[in-house]
DNA sequence: ATTATATGCAACTGACAGGTTGCAGTTCGT
DNA sequence: ACGAACTGCAACCTGTCAGTTGCATATAAT
């Protein structure tokens, strides 16, 4: 009983909003949807720079682990080779706080909030 | 057209997900939304912070910045204080990404879509 | 075995975010 | 007019984030 107040969240929702805030991760992440798979190395090759420099592996391998660590998605070590795969489940999450946020959103968007539960980890079936 | 790469996002999306990525300017904005407009000072001394002091005016002060500038509040001069609303049009946009960003979210969310652009624009209007 | 390819780890840099303090300028109330 | 309350601005501190480089290590192919 240290603590009585409120508490600021420190729930997931930190993670991944922050992890969705840099539009290098959302462009890895909707590549990893739509395109399946793919390694570090072969991502640093795609990704927009916005300068004439693409970005190092390293780069993205810790905007990867942002990723992993936000639950949007996890390595799967084949070989020498590590492929990530998306898990875009906990959008959801965030699809319910913003539809929880809104005073006439919520009537507007409250009869979709169940369907919302439905969605599983498939993104891209690891095989 | 100096530019052929996909170029990196750069829009709204970097503001708006960077704006929702911390747990005090969430509470700020749910708490404009649900209890009304309020001030600086006023929020101050509303704002959970996890330690036992409160958070300075000047520390809420940028914290509604950031949220003017993604578009999710606007100030109002009443006399010598500022009232801060909170204007949650620019959620669609948030929305309308993870909607589409999905493989099958795109199926199951489709129909939804079309709706989310009813949301009325309150302040928006930055110009 | 040797070489090429791919990942893992650590140190380092530059920039920005969150937060504080102090002070100056305005507006309200009496 | 005078003081109280509120906002605005600027400097400053600290931690974290994005990104890089260099090197070590593991796996695959020949």
Redesign the interface.
Known sequence: MTDE??????GP??EL??A?????R??I??RL??QGPATATHLAGE????RDAPLTRQAIVKHLQILVDAGLARPVRVGREVRYTAT?AP?AT??S???E?????DR??EK?RG?LDT?DD??TSTA
Chains 1, 2 share one sequence.
């Open positions: 107040r409120p508490e600021v969240s420190r929702l930190d909003f922050g969705l805030a840099d539009p290098t959302r462009f992440l909707q949807i739509h990704c927009p720079t916005s875009p959008l965030v699809v706080w913003l539809t946020t809104g005073p006439r959103w507007r968007m979709f369907r969605i498939q993104g």
